[in-house]
């Protein structure tokens, strides 16, 4: 009977071990809890049988019995580590889980990116890269995990990708440039980014690199700058152009001026010739003395002086510059220069010339034979409509003033002719126009002297009556 007991109690504690055994590897810590139950109850009932037994037996039971609670203790302590650990390891696969969510979501962004991303380790070995750079290669991404631009590139374009890498390795700078690059067998341009990646420690373990394709971009730049070289060359050309027209224009403007300047000429040399034949009549009758020689050898001069300045004068009008000179200038000391030509021409002309220049004007920085060419035009074509208007009375109005409200001086050129009509003003200042009778003018004068004026950051217009002469008023900028 005690044998059995015993068997009975030994058989029962070793059947509750490897139930609590397997219910610990299975996590199935419920399952424990109702085997120790029905452990106690199987005890519980081997006590209740034998408790008419021998003391000894019941000693052996009631051992038992405190082995078991000892055991029921251990088990609990056990139970309660086994459901600590149990939520630490559903913790680690629910970070697990978002971090693999994480990469994945990483992925698809990277993947999605419209540029090529790759990150190559210290010795220029792809270890990662997006789906954008493996297509450039036609390969997969793990084909590319691995291996060199050697399997990839040209050896040429391989070695330079090595250099570029020693370079940022050994430097730790990133870098920024347009290189070449072959994408699918394609010859590209594209913008390149490289920058070297540090661990914790801060050592460089790789670089990043990311590039994206500028090949159109650079395409449109070289067109724009062929066409820009183009514009470039065309301006130079309209301004050679221009020049070679505002160089025609003062040729013709010299040729309106021929009777003005023969006029100017003659006057000097008409006293220089009274002067020494005076001279010439004292010496033959010896009475020309010293004192009268110093008297008239410098009006001689004099008038020489004027001759050189007439000259000097027409030589500068008619020279071809390349650009402007501009110094600050009276407007009334410019029109007086142009006038000293013509007013003989407009006396012979019969025309009346009406001068109202303002005192004390500011002056105007201007390149005064290019002004004086403008001014020169206008005059010229005055006198052309007063002397083609049919009326006897022929008038010109020249005046000057000075608009405070706009900073400008002005010089104004009105005449008595037939004026403008509305289309006629419409194409005034439009090249080759012309109002004029075939062969009496190149239709130059008055674009050439928009442009001049404009040039000067002034401008000029039209404001007179159809019928009543045409007015003509230039704005110049003054200088304060």
Partial sequence: MKLRTQLIVLVSLLIFMILCSVFLIKSQSWLLVIAGVVMGMVISLIISKFKNDDPEVLAQIAKGRTEFGKLSQTLKASLTENEDLMKEVAARKEREELIRKSEIKFRHLLDSLPVRVFYKDKNSVFSACNKAFAQDLNASITDIIGKTDYDFCLKE??????????????????????????????????????????????????????????????????????????????????????????????????????????????????????????????????????TEAKTDLPQIVLQMDKLAAIITHMRIFTRQTDGMLQEKQDINGILNNVLKFLRQQYKDHNVHVIENFAVGLPLVKVDSIRIEQVCLNLLTNARYSVENSGKVARKIEIKTYYDDRQNMV?????????????????????????TKAPGSGTGLGLSVSKKIIEEHNGRIEECGQEGEGAVFRVFLPAVQ
């Fill in 410 to 434: 002005i010089f104004e050129v009105a005449d008595n002719g037939t004026g403008l009509n509305a289309e006629q003003r419409n194409k005034l200042f439009q090249p080759f126009f012309t």
């Fill in 157 to 290: 374009l391989a070695d330079k990708y090595r250099a570029d890498d020693k370079r940022i390795l050994e430097s730790g700078k990133v870098q920024e440039l347009e290189e070449r690059y072959i994408a699918d067998g394609k010859d590209m341009i594209v913008q390149t980014i490289k920058t070297p990646v540090r661990n914790e420690e801060g050592e460089i373990t790789g670089i990043l690199v990311i590039l994206w394709d500028i090949t159109e971009r650079k395409q449109a730049e070289d067109a724009l700058q062929t066409m820009h070289k183009a514009l470039e060359d065309a301006h130079k050309q309209l301004k050679e152009s221009m020049a070679q027209l505002v160089q025609a224009e003062k040729l013709t403007a010299l040729g309106e001026l021929t009777s003005g300047i023969a006029h100017e000429l003659n006057q000097p040399l008409n006293v220089t010739k009274i002067i020494c034949q005076g001279i010439l009549r004292d010496i033959q009758k010896g009475r020309y003395s010293e």
